[in-house]
């Protein structure tokens, strides 16, 4: 089992950065993914980020260019620093930890950070 806990989030003007914290309550480093969601009101959850075990990473193409996400195997966390942010990145941020099992995944989540972008 994973606890994730969010930090980070909070209110800034457009073009501003912001960076986001995960800490898990055990090693990180035989996750099989960790990663960033968010998720606007009346929209679904969406993926914003993710990284590997192996260094892998993914990024949604509205963050691409603005958006870095690193994970800390030594400090079980995982960042994501967001610069340039824009009124549309206003949502909850969660993270996520997609654990390997045998022939399926368990996704574990946090309890969101709010950021808010104003313009």
């Known amino acids: 089992q994973v606890q994730l806990v969010e930090s980070g989030g909070g209110l800034v003007q457009a073009g501003g950065s912001l960076r986001l914290s995960c800490a898990a309550s055990r090693s990180i480093s035989s996750i099989w993914s960790m990663g960033w969601y968010r998720q606007a009101p009346g929209k679904q959850r969406d993926l914003v980020a993710a990284?590997?075990?192996?260094?892998?990473?993914n990024y949604a193409d509205s963050v691409k260019g603005r958006f870095t996400i690193s994970r800390d195997n030594a400090k079980n966390t995982v960042y994501l620093q967001m610069n340039n942010l824009k009124p549309e990145d206003t949502a909850v941020y969660y993270c996520n930890a997609a654990v390997q099992l045998p022939g399926s995944f368990f996704q574990y989540w946090g309890q969101g950070t709010q950021v808010t972008v104003s313009s």
């Open positions: 990284v590997t075990s192996g260094g892998s990473t």
